[in-house]
């Protein structure tokens, strides 16, 4: 067990002046680690990134020239709308034109035998107390 102990202690001051060479290097280990870790995170996203900005490249002049014709109609429409979960997805008819309907709620059925307004509705809204 002593011989153990005389090992780790050695190994632990053997260790002593690398860690000083770290520490004149300016750079710890966690911050040596951080660094290699976005390293390998940037090598891996190259190819990814790289296609991106091929898109980029390619849609860039038409979503520009969209958003310069249709910006001002789209921020008022913004501002009109308040809930869109409220729509559905927009859709475009045959003859170019694009619709955005509103979502129908489904109406609760109506138990047999009876109306489908209730009396006092039907009446003129007027309830007798």
Same mark, same amino acid.
Do not use: H
């Given at each position: 067990?002593?011989? @153990?102990?005389?090992?780790?202690?050695?190994?632990?001051?053997?260790?002593? $002046? !690398? +860690? %000083? *060479?770290?520490?004149?290097?300016?750079?710890?280990?966690?911050?040596?680690?951080?660094?290699?870790?976005?390293?390998?995170?940037?090598?891996?996203?190259?190819?990814?990134?790289?296609?991106?900005?091929?898109?980029?490249?390619? @849609?860039?002049?038409?979503?520009?020239?969209?958003?310069?014709?249709?910006? $001002? !109609? +789209? %921020? *008022?429409?913004?501002?009109?709308?308040?809930?869109?979960?409220?729509?559905?997805?927009?859709?475009?008819?045959?003859?170019?034109?694009?619709?955005?309907?509103?979502?129908?709620?489904?109406?609760?059925?109506?138990?047999?035998?009876?109306?489908?307004?209730?009396?006092?509705?039907?009446?003129?809204?007027?309830?007798?107390?």
């Amino acid at each position: 067990m002593k011989r @153990f102990i005389v090992t780790c202690a050695i190994a632990g001051f053997s260790a002593v $002046p !690398a +860690l %000083a *060479e770290e520490e004149d290097n300016g750079k710890s280990l966690m911050e040596q680690g951080v660094e290699l870790f976005f390293e390998g995170l940037r090598q891996e996203m190259e190819p990814a990134l790289e296609n991106l900005q091929g898109m980029a490249e390619e @849609f860039g002049p038409s979503i520009r020239s969209f958003l310069e014709v249709m910006g $001002p !109609a +789209l %921020a *008022e429409l913004a501002t009109e709308i308040r809930d869109w979960s409220a729509y559905e997805a927009p859709e475009m008819l045959p003859n170019g034109d694009i619709i955005i309907r509103k979502k129908v709620k489904p109406e609760e059925p109506v138990p047999e035998g009876e109306d489908a307004v209730p009396e006092d509705e039907a009446e003129g809204g007027a309830t007798d107390i």
